[in-house]
């Protein structure tokens, strides 16, 4: 008898309202700091991700500037990145500058008359 007694008891105090709510905050204490987590690690996916998209640019952008290097070790490097750069010929070479007419045409202002000038020019 003081076995199914103290049982009552025991079921009695895990059953009770403060134990509950004691397990509700535990569980809702818990859960945040899940979800605070989850967060963390979507976040560090995404670093990682860009962090890699950044690496293979970078590696690229390095094979690209050894190549660079490469051809300008070269003698024919040379001259082509300083005619590319300078505008330059050889000694015995000619150049030709071609250069685009259309900018002064459109620079110049058409030329504004006044209403009375208009007027007269109706009757010439």
Same mark, same amino acid.
């Given at each position: ?12 105090? !895990?059953?009770?309202?403060?134990? !509950? ?15 605070? !987590?989850y967060a963390k ?29 490469a051809r300008l ?28 007419d259309r900018k ?21």
């Amino acid at each position: 008898m003081k076995d199914l007694q103290r049982k009552r008891k025991i079921r009695k105090t !895990l059953y009770s309202r403060g134990v !509950l709510f004691g397990l509700l905050l535990v569980l809702i204490v818990v859960s945040k700091a899940t979800i605070s !987590l989850y967060a963390k690690e979507r976040e560090s996916q995404k670093n990682l991700s860009l962090a890699e998209t950044n690496l293979s640019t970078l590696s690229l952008r390095e094979a690209r500037l050894q190549g660079d290097i490469a051809r300008l070790k070269t003698s024919e490097g040379i001259d082509a990145e300083i005619r590319a750069q300078f505008q330059v010929a050889k000694p015995g070479e000619k150049m030709v500058v071609l250069v685009d007419d259309r900018k002064k045409e459109a620079e110049a202002p058409a030329e504004q008359k006044s209403l009375v000038t208009k007027f007269f020019d109706l009757f010439r």
